[in-house]
């Protein structure tokens, strides 16, 4: 699918051109819905059009967590792993 945004040219950065702003919206819309739950790592990275590894260094640089574990889920894991091993 392609998608076609009006932007104006005072949002450009004299450093930016079209192309490489077209590619930091891509990447920044896949993080944001990575982020929300609407797309898996896989489904992002295609999104963005990047590999994982710089899939991963984004979220690293925007603090987006990669791992998504409730604390309650960890601790019934532990509760579950203490019961199974301690008569070991």
Do not use: W
Not at 6 to 33: F, G
Not at 35 to 57: H, K, P, T
Not at 76 to 83: G, N, V, Y
Request: negative net charge; proline residues 3%.
């Amino acid at each position: 699918m392609q998608l076609t945004l009006d932007i104006p040219d005072h949002c450009l950065t004299p450093q930016q051109d079209r192309i490489t702003l077209a590619q930091q919206l891509k990447l920044y819309s896949a993080l944001l819905l990575f982020q929300s739950g609407q797309l898996s790592r896989g489904a992002a990275c295609e999104f963005a059009g990047v590999d994982i590894y710089a899939f991963l260094a984004a979220c690293k640089k925007h603090k987006i967590p990669v791992i998504n574990i409730e604390a309650d889920d960890i601790e019934a894991d532990l509760l579950r792993f203490e019961r199974r091993y301690a008569n070991e």
